[in-house]
């Protein structure tokens, strides 16, 4: 296949990252692949942003979780750590909280994913607040949309507010978390629902192996 068949990138930009991607899946994906993969990621960022500044580092991040899902359900290893993927509706209150606590409490014994059915453009600012506050590390959280590959690779898949929408994959693991949607609430109810998370959070680590 020549270069001028590969799928067309929307910023001459991610060529960078769909080099690096390539290189890390080299013997396992294709160029072409993994350009169409981070080609396609970022027109789904692109489609809810607010802010398009950051955009192609975005998109590579996203392509490469995509990536690791996908290679995991095609060469699943027996002894892996626990995948843990949160879902809400606009991936920019509950699902976020949620996995940001999870990574920070479980450190690499967890692979963390969070996702919305409808993601909007930025993560609620009271959301973050209430998390810096707590001492959780946020790494530029965006919302993301939810993707076939992620919800595949999931060993739990955890529900919050998303209704017929969240997915359903026969063979996974399911939990609903009734929790109060932060969008609009002051911050002092966001803390609240940031520390109900974190009991929920405490007794979900009780049960994953090696965490």
């Not at 072409?32 to 809810?48: G, M, P, W």
């Not at 991040?61 to 995948?83: K, M, N, Q, V």
């Amino acid at each position: 296949m020549t270069a001028s068949s590969y799928p067309v990138l929307p910023d001459e930009r991610l060529a960078a990252g769909v080099a690096r991607l390539a290189v890390r899946h080299q013997g396992r994906y294709s160029v072409e692949t993994v350009q169409r993969l981070i080609a396609d990621s970022y027109e789904q960022l692109a489609a809810n942003a607010h802010v398009r500044t950051h955009l192609v580092v975005l998109a590579e991040r996203f392509a490469a979780e995509r990536l690791d899902a996908l290679a995991h359900i095609e060469s699943p290893t027996g002894g892996e750590r626990p995948r843990v993927l949160f879902v809400c509706s606009h991936n920019a209150g509950r699902s976020q909280m949620a996995a940001a606590l999870l990574a920070h409490r479980a450190g690499d014994d967890v692979i963390v994913s969070s996702a919305g059915t409808h993601p909007s453009g930025a993560v609620d600012p009271h959301v973050v607040q209430a998390l810096t506050e707590a001492g959780v590390a946020l790494d530029e959280v965006y919302p993301k949309p939810l993707t076939d590959e992620i919800v595949q690779a999931a060993d739990i898949v955890i529900t919050m507010g998303c209704g017929d929408a969240c997915p359903v994959v026969p063979g996974h693991r399911y939990l609903d978390w009734p929790v109060p949607d932060p969008d609009g609430a002051p911050i002092a109810v966001v803390r609240s629902i940031r520390d109900a998370l974190d009991a929920r959070i405490t007794a979900l680590l009780d049960t994953l192996p090696g965490a």
